[in-house]
Nanobody, 125 residues
Framework: QVQLVESGGGLVQAGGSLRLSCAAFTRTGSRYTMGWFRQAPGKEREFLAVIRWSGPISTYYSDSVKGRFTISRDNHKNTVYLQMNSLKPEDTAVYYC?????????????????WGRGTQVTVSS
């Protein structure tokens, strides 16, 4: 069982940056692939980025955020991050982190076993 708690959301102007954090509360030794998703009002939840548990560290991004967002993790702190740069108004959404027991890159929501409650990101123009 994993509890995920996101933080770091807020209001930012277009062109600005935010760093989201996701703390994973789980038993010692657990290993999960971690992903970030978002859901804008009236839209379906979409995949953004994923990172494997360990080496070689591998990541994968959706085209909509590639080059602007960076996913990383600190396994000692059981925390995954999403650094978001060059934010645009269309990035406004609730951002969720998720954990998958599948030990590879996964982008589909159904492959994720645990979800956080989300954190709101609002980008003003």
């Amino acid at each position: 069982q994993v509890q995920l708690v996101e933080s770091g959301g807020g209001l930012v102007q277009a062109g600005g940056s935010l760093r989201l954090s996701c703390a994973a509360f789980t038993r010692t030794g657990s290993r999960y692939t971690m992903g970030w998703f978002r859901q804008a009002p009236g839209k379906e939840r979409e995949f953004l980025a994923v990172i494997r548990w360990s080496g070689p560290i591998s990541t994968y991004y959706s085209d909509s955020v590639k080059g602007r967002f960076t996913i990383s993790r600190d396994n000692h702190k059981n925390t995954v991050y999403l650094q978001m740069n060059s934010l645009k108004p269309e990035d406004t959404a609730v951002y969720y982190c998720a954990a998958s027991e599948v030990q590879t890159i996964v982008v589909v929501q159904s492959a994720y076993d645990y979800w956080g409650r989300g954190t709101q990101v609002t980008v003003s123009s």
